[in-house]
C-alpha cells in the first residue's frame, strides 16, 4: 500500500508563473489536507478536502490559491502568479476519516522556490 | 492567538540516554496531542499520541506526559540511537475543530556518538 505521493518533490518557479502542486492520498482515504512549512516552522494549516468538496479553507489565502480534489485523480494546490513569499515546504496528508482523532499520513512534501 | 511553542529550539544528546522533548500549549480546551518526527528533506512521520483524559502514554521506546495543570506536553526518547535525529514538532487539536492541528516550531534533537 503505497504512501501518500505528493509530486513534484521539487519545484521552481519564476515570479508570475504558476505553480501546480499534486497529492495521491492514501488507498481508501478520502479526507486530504495541505499545510505549508517555512524553515525552521512548523507547519500551517491550509485547507481540507473531502472528495469534490471544501470543507475548510480557513489557512489558504483567498487570492491566487486554490484547491481541489476530483472525484478522480489527485488533489491539486494552485497558486497562480507565485511571489517569493510563497516559497516553502508544501505538504498534504490523508486520513480515512476526519483528522484528530485518527492519525493523518503526510507525503514526503513538494518544495517550491520561486526565482 | 492559540499557539504551541517549545521550550528549546535544540537539543544534543548522547547516543544511548534518554531524550526528553518538552512543548507547552496555551489552550487549555485542546483534547487530542500528536508528537511527530521529522528527518531532514521528509514529511512529517506520527510518533505518539494522547488524550486530555490521560496524563501518559507509552509506546516502543517512547513516552509522552501530559500536565494539564501548567499546560505543558512532552516526549521522552528512550536510549536514543542515530536514527532518532531530526526535528520533533508537538500538535494539539483545536478545541474547535475536529481536525484543524496547531502546530509548534519544532526542537531539532542531535545525536552525538
Known amino acids: 500500500n503505497a504512501g501518500v505521493m505528493q509530486n513534484p518533490r521539487h519545484l521552481v518557479r519564476r515570479r508570475g508563473q504558476e505553480a501546480r502542486l499534486r497529492c495521491s492520498p492514501m488507498?481508501?482515504?478520502?479526507?486530504v489536507y495541505w499545510y505549508r512549512q517555512l524553515p525552521e516552522e512548523g507547519l500551517k494549516f491550509m485547507v481540507y478536502l473531502q472528495k469534490e468538496n471544501i470543507i475548510d479553507e480557513s489557512g489558504m489565502p483567498k487570492e491566487r490559491f486554490s484547491a481541489e480534489f476530483p472525484k478522480e485523480g489527485p488533489s491539486i494546490l494552485r497558486i497562480q502568479q507565485v511571489v517569493r513569499g510563497d516559497s516553502a515546504a508544501y505538504f498534504c496528508a490523508s486520513s480515512p476519516t476526519s483528522s484528530g482523532d485518527t492519525e493523518a499520513f503526510f507525503g514526503q512534501g513538494t518544495r517550491l522556490t520561486v526565482v | 492567538g492559540e499557539s504551541v511553542g517549545l521550550h528549546l529550539p535544540t537539543l544534543s544528546v548522547q547516543e544511548g540516554d534518554n531524550s526528553i522533548i518538552n512543548c507547552a500549549y496555551s489552550n487549555s480546551a485542546s483534547d487530542y496531542f500528536i508528537w511527530y518526527k521529522q528527518e531532514s528533506g521528509k514529511g512529517p512521520q506520527f510518533i505518539i499520541d494522547i488524550r486530555s483524559n490521560m496524563d501518559k502514554r507509552q509506546g516502543q521506546r517512547v513516552t509522552v506526559l501530559l500536565n494539564k495543570t501548567v499546560k505543558h506536553l512532552s516526549l521522552q526518547i528512550a536510549a536514543t540511537q542515530p536514527g532518532d535525529s531530526a526535528v520533533y514538532f508537538c500538535a494539539e487539536k483545536g478545541a474547535d475543530s475536529n481536525y484543524q492541528l496547531i502546530w509548534g516550531a519544532g526542537t531539532k534533537l542531535i545525536i552525538k556518538p
Open positions: 488507498k481508501g482515504h478520502s479526507h
